[in-house]
């Protein structure tokens, strides 16, 4: 799933240093926590069959593909295509909506409020309206929520849990919370497979760490959550296994770069996403 | 200040009230999503919450919390449908392993346990009392000759005249002052008045050599020499014991020659 423009949409504002990973990273852990509520609200976890995680990165894809059709509309002889809720950028001033004849007509100048009751009168024909606009980085993020609150509803019934899938022959510790031993060398397996410097660096909590300092944390305890994940949850597709090849055999010096790769592409998209090709628009 | 910024401020302030009771489950679902969405939003203060979260891992982790939400906190991450709970309780759990430990801190290894046990917990008390109990039934059972002599090492070594014997001893101590060690394998907390005259370990192979570490809060770090065990445990004198300060972290290392790892954690607090 390359949620590239998406990313890049939402961050639009950010220094030029943040990095793609650092970007996806920190808005999936801000947005999880919503996911997870959304789920409980409307899709309990045992009926539907993605992890919150994974929600927040099909409804990133899917407001992805709502933004960029609009760059790319489909041209049909006999229809019209409604473009005009979304748009990338404000700054045009200038908003495309599609009325219920079928016509299309452009807003401009746009309301300077942000989500006020607008009434216009257009073609003689009276029309209630909100504009909100997204050109601040928690009107984008906000886009998002709602997208997301979307997904969770379709989640609803999606059918049964991956979790029975993933009981195949990539999964290497199975953690029941209760068996020291084997928890032992879950640490000892997980230790093996991620760098070093990650664990240095989560080590020490503080609430008087930078902001960078946390960010950095933050990005640390990602790579290794999915480290954990590799070996106790890992995703049916097999790329979990593949990765964990690579991580065994690798330099402590590298492994940072393998899990950043890891994340960059997972959770994966597998059947879901790509079942829901096609709706959502 | 502008009323954005007040705003801001506000919501700020109303979610940080919430974030304790946002992970241990505690908020209606409405309250839960509007803490979420407030962190998402406001710059900053998902950093925060994050931080707030490991913040109560750890008080878990040390027995901190009371015991409604020490069994909130369970039902989140030990036994909640949510994955990500258990592998972030796992990530602290695992800085603070041995195995951890060691690797970033080769040169002092002062590893914590998995989870501090409570103090004198009695968890503790019954192992070591049942440690106790099935070594010297067992040696009784099997070779009363064997029982005497341990009985003997237990009654302390060195001392001149006739020891008197302590029939009606505090759970996991010799007669004379000697401490044995319970088995563990992920680290164990124990508190003791004073520090032990020595310390007994049972092992889990009589035909290996084994070594103990101190390392004490005064600063000495002191390694025994290779111990033969003699009845199936090893024990071990440190010398002027009362210069060690508590608490101790005690490794056991061995067996000799196979690579000195680590088998067994415990920090002896006063």
């Known amino acids: ?40 609200k409307y899709a309990p976890p ?24 609009q760059y790319l509309p489909p041209i049909e002889p006999k229809r019209i295509r409604s473009i005009g809720y979304l748009w ?40 209630k309206f909100k504009l909100y606009s997204n050109n601040t980085e928690q009107q984008r993020l906000a886009w998002l929520h709602r997208e997301l609150e979307d997904e969770a509803r379709r989640e609803r019934g999606a059918g049964p849990s991956k979790r029975d899938d993933q009981l195949d022959e990539a999964q290497q510790f199975v953690d029941t919370g209760s ?14 497979i991620t760098s070093s410097g990650d664990w240095q660096t989560i080590e020490n909590t503080s609430r008087s760490d930078t902001a960078k300092e946390r960010k950095e944390r933050s990005r640390a305890a990602a790579r290794l959550m999915a480290g954990y994940n590799i070996l106790c949850n890992p995703l049916p597709s097999g790329r979990s296994k593949r990765c964990l090849d690579r991580l065994k055999t690798a330099e402590d010096a590298d492994r940072k770069g393998i899990l950043d790769e890891y994340l960059r592409f997972n959770p994966e998209h597998g059947r879901r996403t790509d079942q829901r090709k096609g709706t959502g628009q | 200040m502008s009323q954005p910024l007040e705003d801001d401020l506000n919501k700020r302030r109303w979610a940080e009230a919430r974030f304790r009771r946002f992970f241990l489950g505690q908020l209606d679902l409405d309250e839960a999503e509007r803490v979420a969405v407030a962190a998402a939003l406001i710059p900053g203060l998902s950093l925060d919450m994050g931080a707030a979260e490991e913040e109560l891992i750890e008080q878990y982790l040390d027995h901190r919390l009371p015991p409604d939400e020490n069994t909130a906190f369970e039902a989140q991450y030990l036994n909640g449908w949510d994955p990500d709970n258990r592998a972030k309780l796992r990530m602290r759990q695992a800085v603070r392993s041995p195995q ?20 004198l917990g009695w968890r503790t008390v019954a192992l070591a009392a049942s440690i106790v109990a099935v070594i010297f039934a067992t040696l009784y059972v099997v070779d009363s000759h ?17 020891q008197k014997s302590n029939l009606e001893q505090p759970a ?17 907390n124990l508190r003791l008045g004073k520090a032990p005259q020595s310390l007994a370990w049972i092992v889990p192979d009589y035909q290996r050599q084994y070594r103990l570490r101190i390392d004490a809060a005064s600063g000495q770090e002191i390694v025994s020499e290779p111990l033969t065990p003699k009845d199936n445990a090893i024990e071990y004198s440190p010398p002027n014991v009362s210069a060690l300060a508590l608490p ?12 000195q790892k680590i088998l067994a954690h415990y920090t002896l607090n006063p």
């Open chain 2, 146 to 162: 064997r029982f005497d002599s341990l009985l003997a090492m237990f009654r302390g070594r060195g001392a001149s005249g006739p």
């Open chain 1, 179 to 192: 068996d020291f031993g084997a928890i032992d060398q879950l640490f000892k397996e997980w230790l093996s």
């Open chain 2, 100 to 119: 951890v430990q060691q690797v970033l801190h080769p040169a002092k290894i002062r590893p914590s346990p998995l989870r501090r046990q409570p103090i």
């Open chain 1, 1 to 40: 799933m390359n949620l590239l423009p998406i990313v890049s949409w939402i961050k639009q504002d950010s220094e030029l240093d943040v990095s793609y990973d650092d970007a996806l990273e920190e808005i999936i852990s801000k947005t999880t926590r919503i996911a997870k509520i959304y789920q409980v």
């Open chain 1, 46 to 69: 045992e009926k539907s069959g993605l992890a919150p995680r994974h929600l927040v990165q099909v409804a990133m894809f899917c407001l992805q593909r709502k933004i960029f059709d």
């Open chain 2, 172 to 188: 996991g101590l010799t007669a004379s002052g000697g401490l044995i060690l319970p088995a563990a394998s992920g680290g164990l």
């Open chain 2, 248 to 259: 101790w972290d005690i490794f056991v290392l061995g067996p000799v020659g196979a690579g």
């Open chain 1, 88 to 127: 990338p950028i404000w700054g045009r001033n200038e908003i495309t909506v599609a009325l219920d004849s079928g016509k299309l007509h452009a807003i401009t100048p746009l309301p300077p409020e942000n989500g006020v009751l607008q009434e216009r009168e257009i073609d003689g024909v009276p029309y």
